[in-house]
């Protein structure tokens, strides 16, 4: 287990219970599930205790409206500092121009993105939701499908991966003034260069998502969006590990347009306790170690995936390049909502999803989508997944045996004994 989870031992907690014993109750009832069940959930992580420390710091306090150097406030000089260090880490480790850490979340990047560059009515190119990619990329109950006249790309129906005869068809169609890359359900290797070709044949700007696979970026093991998009937006909380929240980076000639888009266009004072969280989390994510680690995550998820196949599921796609796949379980006559329910009753978390063209409804869906980076983060390698891909399997074959549910439980408890988070 990686130091950085017990290096320090936070007090703050014992100050919560001293005025709010409900509150205090509550987060310990929630740092006990987090220990005693496996979190497969592809887009969650354990934060580091220094994250945490930033997250509960005095920098809560301040109102900070603007840019180091050039704020609403007084008394911002040294805030200044934390936001400009996280600036720094953020170009260093991405080989960004510009970096915009304030977006409270990755949602917020990519608000700050379409509000920086397009017009009520204007058209945006994204992978559809069901396929893989993310409300924010169009769906028509989100701000994005709202606001902006949406078309989406789905994936290629034999492949399942991106199709990128059907994406340059419907760029030419439709003209988009901008195309979006990225998704949170998608287990291959992103082309970036050739969405990037395609915007440049239409005139569209390219914005790249890399919500769910930052980490694998930073560390260099998928290819980076940097050089080929005018816009990378995403989360600081998924493989990235760092605190909830959001980041825009762009080339200078768009610094300027998305600064103002972020502030004052759509968010008011930043969350400096946040963005001195961030500055930790790439700090972190700059040393050596974080790269060790992501590509723990990656062995994990192929690992993992192999063992499944074994077991006789079909994993969307055929496989994993990153960091999460999604099991299709139509012939295991279970849909998503049933298997995660299952699953959640012995301790292991998993989130229902779409397989692609699903013919089930999103609340139902005919998939769970599964990831690796908690577990590799609580110190599990290959042999552990694999083990917990047996538990898996032995939870959703025998789900009706309530003495055989008992003794999975049993098992997953033994595991989180054994690699604890904190
Ligand atoms: C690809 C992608 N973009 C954006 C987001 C939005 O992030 P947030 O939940 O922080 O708003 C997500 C979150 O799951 C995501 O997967």
């Known amino acids: 287990m990686n130091d950085i989870y017990k290096s320090t031992k936070s007090t703050k907690i014992s100050t919560i219970s001293a005025v709010d014993q409900a509150l205090y109750e509550i987060i310990q009832e929630e740092m006990r599930r987090e220990e005693q069940t496996l979190n497969l959930i592809a887009s969650e992580n354990y934060a580091p205790r220094a994250v945490l420390d930033a997250l509960g710091s005095v920098l809560t306090n301040k109102y ?30 991405f080989g960004a121009e510009h970096a915009n850490v304030q977006p409270h979340s990755g949602s917020q990047a990519n608000m700050a993105v379409y509000f920086a560059t397009l017009n009520p009515g204007d058209t945006i190119l994204g992978m559809s939701l069901t396929e893989g990619g993310h409300l924010t990329h169009g769906h028509q109950v989100n701000f994005s499908g709202r606001l902006f006249k949406s078309v989406h790309y789905t994936l290629n129906k034999d492949t399942e991966q991106l199709d990128f005869d059907q994406i340059r068809t419907l760029a030419h169609e439709h003209k988009p003034r901008i195309i979006i890359a990225g998704a949170s359900a998608y287990s291959r290797t992103i082309d970036f260069a050739q969405f990037a070709q395609i915007a440049k044949e239409v005139n569209a700007l390219f914005m790249a998502d890399i919500a769910h696979i930052a980490g694998l970026i930073a560390a260099k093991i998928h290819p980076s969006p940097i050089a080929h998009a005018d816009f990378v937006t995403s989360t600081t909380h998924k493989t990235l590990r760092g605190p909830r929240g959001g980041l825009v980076m762009c080339t200078k000639a768009h610094a300027q347009a998305v600064d103002k888009a972020t502030m004052p266009g759509m968010q008011g004072g930043p969350l400096m306790h946040a963005i001195a969280a961030k500055a930790v989390g ?10 060790v680690y992501q590509q723990q995550i990656v062995r994990n998820a192929a690992a993992m995936a192999d063992e499944f196949k074994k077991l006789d599921y079909r994993i969307v796609s055929g496989g994993t390049d990153n960091h999460l796949f999604v099991l299709d379980l139509r012939a295991h006559h279970l849909n998503g909502k049933q298997a995660e329910q299952i699953l959640e009753s012995v301790g292991l978390i998993v989130n229902r999803n779409c397989i692609p063209f699903d013919p089930n409804p999103a609340w139902l869906t005919s998939g769970i989508r599964i990831g690796t980076p908690a577990l590799t983060t609580r110190g599990m390698a290959q042999k552990e997944v694999r083990a917990i891909a047996h538990l898996i399997d032995d939870a959703l074959k025998n789900y009706e045996s309530t003495t055989h549910l008992n003794s999975i439980k049993k098992e997953v408890r033994k595991w989180c004994t054994q690699f604890p988070i904190y």
């Open 282 to 291: 790439f700090k972190l994510a700059l040393q050596p170690e974080f790269a």
């Open 64 to 93: 900070a409206e603007g840019y180091p150097g050039r704020r609403y406030y007084g008394g911002c000089q040294v805030v200044d500092k934390a936001e400009l260090l996280a600036q720094e880490r953020c170009k260093e480790l």
